[in-house]
C-alpha cells in the first residue's frame, strides 16, 4: 500500500498513520460522502494458508457486530472487505493522542486516571452487554481527543484472529499485547470473557498512575508467565498519593482467578467515579496541550440506558406493545425460509430481527409450544449466535429447554442440543462456573462419542480459569480413552494432544 492508492474504488489513502502488531493503519479519503477516515489493513501473516477462510469469515462477523455497537466512545464502523489478501475496515477517523503517547511523559493526575478508567469503563459496559469483548485493551488502543473524550480503538480486531488469545502465528509474532493479556487470556486455552478486558483495564490504570505496567520482562512468554504466577503489585509501592482505596480496586481488577475480578465494567465505573473531580490540574504533555480539556464530561450518564445484563431480555419473545398483524403459521415458516436466506447472505443480525419481529406476534396467539413455533423459536437462538449476541441467546435456549422437555420430553434430543448450546453462551458471556456446571451435567447423561467431546471441552475450560494442572490430568486421561477407540493418528487425539503439550510448557 502507498499513499494515492484507492480501495473499493472509494477510498483513497493518504498517509500511513499507524503500524501495530496486528495490521496497518491509514488516513484516508471517502471520496463517496467527501469525509475523512481511517482505514486498517489486517497484516496477512497473521493468518496460515489454511486458516485464512476462517479468519476472514470471523472479520466480517467481528465488523457486523461491532458496527452494531452504538457508544460514543466506540469510533463508527463505516465499511469492511477484502482487497486480494487484505482483510480491511474502515473507520472513523479520531483525532488525538494514544494513552501509549502521553505515558511516555511520565504518571497522570489521580483525577485524571479515574476520569479516563470511567470512560473506557462505560464503553465496556455497552460492549459486554452486547456479548462483545475488546480482548486487546491496552493504551496505544485507548485515544484521548482534545475535547478530553476517550475513544477505545479496534474492537472485534484481536477476535477476528482467534477467540483463544494471545497465541504465536505463523510468522512467529503474539497475537494480542502479552503486557496486559489476563491470566485466563495468557493460557491460550479458552474462550475469554469481560474478566478479560477488566483484567487488561487494571494494567493500564496501574500504569498511567506509575509510568510502567504492573510486569515486565525481557520475552512475550516470560511475560506470560508472570501474569500467571507473580503476585500483584500495589501502585501505592511507586507512588504515595494514590489513595488507598483505588488501589485497591486496581489489584481486585488485576486478581489472577476471573471470578476475584469485579462483576462487571459498570461496577468499576462506580468506584472510579468516586475520584473524578469537577476541577482537574492541567494535563500539559506533547503532543497537544491538553490545559482545557475536560475528560469528566463525557459519558457521565445513569447506568440504566447501557445494555446490561438484565438487557439481554430485551430480545426475549413477549407480547408486543404495538398493535401488529397476526401472522399464520403458514407466515410464520415463510420468515423462517426467508431467515434462512439472510444467513446465506450471512446477514444474522437481520436474520435474528426477522424472528424476533414475527415471535412476538405469533407466540401469544399459538403459545410457545407448537411444534411450528418451536421450530422457529430454535432458529431465532442459532441466529443470535451467529451474530455473537450469546447474551441475548442464552436466555432464549434457557426458555427452550422448558418448552421443548414439556412438549417432547426431557430426554430429547433438542433438549440436548439447546443444553450444549446454554454452555457455549455461558463460556462465551465469561460464566465459566456455570458453563463447567452445565457440561458435567450433560457428561453425566451422554453416552458414545459425545462424551468425548464433553470433556475435552471441560478440560479447556478447566485450564481457562487457570486450573492448568487439574486440566492436563483430564486430558491425560481422555487421551489414554481415545487412542482405545481410535488409535493414535485420529485429528481428535493430535488436537488433545497438542493442547495437553500446550499447557505442560506453560505449567513448567
Known amino acids: 500500500m502507498e499513499a494515492g492508492d484507492r480501495v473499493a474504488d472509494r477510498y483513497q489513502l493518504t498517509e500511513k498513520i499507524g503500524d501495530g ?37 470471523r472479520f466480517k462477523r467481528e465488523a457486523r457486530v461491532t458496527a452494531r455497537l452504538d457508544h460514543p466512545g466506540v469510533p463508527a464502523v463505516h465499511d469492511a472487505g477484502i482487497l486480494g489478501e487484505d482483510l480491511y475496515i474502515v473507520m472513523q477517523l479520531v483525532p488525538g493522542s494514544t494513552l501509549a503517547t502521553l505515558t511516555e511523559q511520565g504518571p497522570m493526575p489521580v483525577p485524571w486516571v479515574a476520569a479516563i478508567g470511567a470512560q473506557v469503563c462505560s464503553v465496556l459496559a455497552a460492549a459486554h452487554g452486547a456479548s462483545l469483548v475488546h480482548r486487546d485493551i491496552k493504551p496505544s488502543n485507548l485515544v484521548l481527543t482534545p475535547t478530553g473524550t476517550v475513544k477505545v480503538l479496534d474492537f472485534g480486531v484481536a477476535a477476528v484472529l482467534d477467540s483463544r488469545l494471545p ?3 505463523n510468522t512467529g509474532e503474539f497475537v494480542g499485547t502479552p503486557t496486559y493479556v489476563a491470566p485466563e487470556q495468557a493460557l491460550g486455552v479458552t474462550t475469554v470473557g ?36 507473580s503476585p500483584v503489585p500495589r501502585a501505592r509501592d511507586t507512588r504515595d498519593d494514590v489513595p488507598a482505596a483505588l488501589d485497591d480496586l486496581i489489584v481486585t481488577l488485576l486478581a489472577k482467578d476471573p471470578q476475584d475480578r469485579p462483576g ?39 447506568f440504566g440506558p447501557l445494555p446490561r445484563e438484565s438487557s439481554a431480555g430485551s430480545r426475549l419473545i413477549v407480547a408486543p406493545s404495538t398493535p401488529g398483524s397476526v401472522p399464520s403459521l403458514d407466515e410464520v415458516q415463510d420468515a423462517l425460509e426467508q431467515a434462512h436466506a439472510l444467513v446465506d447472505e450471512e446477514r444474522f443480525g437481520q436474520a435474528a430481527d426477522l424472528l424476533g419481529t414475527v415471535l412476538r406476534r405469533a407466540v401469544p396467539v399459538y403459545g410457545a409450544r407448537t411444534p411450528e413455533i418451536l421450530e422457529v423459536q430454535l432458529g431465532y437462538a442459532g441466529m443470535l449466535e451467529l451474530a455473537g449476541d450469546y447474551r441475548a441467546a442464552l436466555p432464549v ?18 433438549v440436548r442440543e439447546c443444553r450444549g448450546h446454554i454452555a457455549t453462551c455461558q463460556a462465551e458471556t465469561g460464566q465459566t462456573a456455570e458453563a463447567l456446571l452445565t457440561l458435567n451435567e450433560l457428561l453425566r447423561e451422554a453416552t458414545g462419542p459425545e462424551r468425548f467431546q464433553l470433556r475435552h471441552q471441560i478440560a479447556v475450560i478447566t485450564a481457562g480459569i487457570g486450573q492448568v494442572g487439574e486440566a492436563i490430568e483430564q486430558l491425560d486421561s481422555l487421551l489414554a480413552d481415545l487412542h482405545d477407540v481410535y488409535g493414535p493418528g485420529g485429528s481428535t487425539v493430535r488436537e488433545v494432544a497438542s493442547l495437553r503439550e500446550h499447557l505442560r510448557r506453560l505449567a513448567a
Open 21 to 57: 502488531g496486528m495490521g496497518l493503519v491509514w488516513a484516508g479519503y471517502d471520496e463517496r460522502l467527501d469525509r475523512p477516515v481511517a482505514v486498517k489493513f489486517l497484516k496477512p501473516g497473521l493468518a496460515s494458508a489454511d486458516d485464512r477462510q476462517a479468519v476472514a469469515e
Open 167 to 169: 497465541k504465536l502465528t
Open 194 to 229: 469481560p474478566a478479560a478486558d477488566l483484567y487488561a483495564l487494571g494494567c493500564v490504570l496501574f500504569e498511567l498512575l506509575t509510568g510502567r505496567p504492573p510486569y515486565r520482562s525481557e520475552t512475550p512468554l516470560g511475560m506470560l508467565h508472570l501474569h500467571l504466577e
Open 264 to 302: 462487571s465494567a459498570a461496577e468499576v465505573y462506580g468506584g472510579l467515579m468516586r475520584w473524578v473531580t469537577s476541577e482537574l490540574p492541567p494535563l500539559n504533555r506533547a503532543p497537544e496541550d491538553r490545559s482545557t480539556a475536560d475528560p469528566t464530561s463525557p459519558y457521565r450518564f445513569p
Open 397 to 414: 435456549l434457557e426458555q427452550l429447554v422448558v418448552d421443548l422437555a414439556a412438549r417432547y420430553g426431557p430426554g430429547h434430543e433438542l
